[in-house]
């Protein structure tokens, strides 16, 4: 008798957007000193009071600050609705990326329950979740974290460090790690790998690269890979589009800013452009937004922003003429209104209405934005645009 697929990953494009959780360390909620630098309850307050009024977040929080997250709820002008869900009383929220602490399984698109939240890190609030949602919980043994993968309508984009096993193999694309082969067990969705050779560095990608028709199969290319960054979703965005027969994706194009040394900003492009020429010949259409590469608002350590971290819907609201994606932007703290804007008209241009989130300054020393601080738990029937 063979196996019961299983239930399909929650993809990060598609319909409207019901559930989506977030996890909030009771740091968050402690009290800022004159000198502090960084409030990292601005962005996650600007990204609730830019959900409309008929999503539901879930927030994850410590017991102990269940009076304080109230409190700062009361002074918001959120319009969603909103779900404060405390842990147990042992139980702490450790950091805010709730993206990495489990996978979702699609439910029925009729219903709003997720039917199953896969638990790979932080068991604790993937459980809260469950119990909140009326979900199924299961436990992998598969390492993936959320934001090293992308979930696309047909398709998975997985950074190539998780599809190698912790003896190496899987370093050469010709030789399918055991991991590749769970990972591709995971979800019936074909996975392809997010990575660079180290032959293609130095070379530009034309504009003629991205519309290449010469493609190939990852796992056929007897090369060995190496992954930028350590998360896909660091400079990668699904949009759910189709460009001349290819599934559309945004890659970042970095660019030194703010006295950052520009030879480190040239080797991250490098390695970019370099990820670019494997994605098209893996089968994808390429855009390139402009990211910038500046120093940190509170380590002053150069670190590119992560404009690609969105979320998205490919089905356009009621009364809008076009569907969202919410953008994390840092133009408020920092010089940077220029790419704030920059990454609103990519966006535009392809077919979306941008809704700019701004604070994200506030948590960029920690290498993530808006995509990494939620999970997406539920999504109203697809439809392709």
Known sequence: MSAIPPLPLMPDCGGLIRTIALALPASFFAKNRADDTVSPLIPIGNLLSALPADITAAIVIDRASL????????????????????????DSVSDPWVQDMLHVRAADPETDAAAELVLVAEKAIGASLAEYLGAATTHSHVALAGGNQLVGPDFRLVGHSSLQDDRGIGKNAAIPSQRWREIQAFDGRSVFSF????????????SSDFSSKETCEAETIGEKMHQCGFHVDQFVSVTGLISAGRPLLLLADPVAHGGCHARAVTELKRK????ALWLVRQGFAIERNPIPVSPAIDTNKCLP??????????????GQKRPFVWVPHFGDTESLEEFDAMNRKIWDRIGFQAIGVAGWSHLSSRNGALRCATKIINRSPHTRL
């Open 67 to 90: 009076g304080s997250a109230r409190d700062w709820f009361d002074h918001l002008p959120v319009s969603c609705r909103t779900e404060l869900i405390p842990l147990a009383e042992n």
């Open 195 to 206: 990575g660079y050779r180290p032959e293609d560095l130095g070379k530009i990608p034309a």
């Open 272 to 275: 970019l452009d370099a990820s």
């Open 305 to 318: 922003r992560l404009y690609n971290n969105v979320i998205l819907e490919n089905v356009t609201r009621s």
